[in-house]
């Protein structure tokens, strides 16, 4: 089955800086790399994902890459304000399938 | 993005009793939700896939007869918690799978805390 790691499990960034995330995966089917945003006491709320057919999505502030012959992708937050403080987490799948394979989750801190 | 709405928040109950949790997809129907499980500071663990008139699929290691999950519509899913033990206690989340995009949204969660 798939597994995915990511790295690094906190993170505490100044305000105004940049944050990146890196996941790696191991199995070549997945094809879809969504990212989760949790704040305390909350679910998981979708804030980006990229499918295989492409290597960077941005979404404002927010952007992806993913390498596939590497099998990893990251998250890239620039210009980080407090309210981006939340635990992040990777995933990775087959598009359409059933089941997602989560990340351990990074806690991201930012000084403000 | 699409909305999933679940409830209770939060949840206390005396050990033995039994607890539901509802997911609701509010602007979507869903064929397939899944629950969750979440230890703190942890990631989530994919307990068992709701599937609209038929049965739960269960992931190994998951009790079926503890965890009664019912998808009698296409926009609900329950979750019951039966006989709850202080070790059920935890974070539960459910996620529903939107259409067209076929993108997973999750609930708010509910935290059981079983005395």
């Known amino acids: 089955g798939e597994n995915v790691e990511q790295h690094p499990s906190t993170l505490s960034v100044q305000e105004g800086d940049s944050a990146v995330i890196k996941c790696t995966y191991s199995?070549?089917?997945?094809?879809?790399f969504p990212w989760y945003k949790q704040e305390l006491g909350k679910g998981p709320q979708l804030i980006i994902d990229?499918?295989?057919?492409?290597g960077e999505k941005k979404d404002q502030r927010i952007a992806v890459t993913l390498n596939k012959t590497a099998k990893h992708f990251s998250l890239h937050i620039t210009e980080t304000q407090p309210e981006d403080s939340a635990v992040y987490f990777c995933?990775?799948?087959?598009?359409?399938?059933?089941?997602?394979?989560f990340g351990t989750g990074t806690r991201l801190t930012i000084i403000p | 993005g699409a909305v999933v709405s679940q409830h209770p928040s939060w949840v206390i109950c005396k050990s033995g009793t039994s607890v539901k949790i509802e997911c609701r997809s509010l602007d979507f129907q869903a064929t397939t939700m899944f629950w969750y499980r979440q230890f703190p500071k942890q990631s989530l663990m994919l307990m068992a896939t709701?599937?609209?008139?038929?049965?739960?699929?269960?992931e190994q290691g998951v009790e079926k007869d503890k965890f009664l999950i019912n998808h009698a519509s296409l926009t609900l899913s329950t979750l019951t918690v039966t006989s709850a033990h202080p070790e059920d206690s935890s974070f539960y989340i459910c996620?529903?799978?939107?259409?067209?995009?076929?993108?997973?949204?999750f609930g708010s969660g509910t935290q059981l805390s079983v005395l």
């Open positions: 709701s599937n609209e008139g038929s049965k739960a699929t269960y």
């Open positions: 996620s529903a799978r939107q259409g067209v995009h076929k993108k997973l949204f």
């Open positions: 990229i499918r295989s057919n492409v």
């Open positions: 995933a990775a799948g087959e598009f359409g399938n059933e089941k997602l394979t």
């Open positions: 199995d070549s089917a997945s094809n879809y």
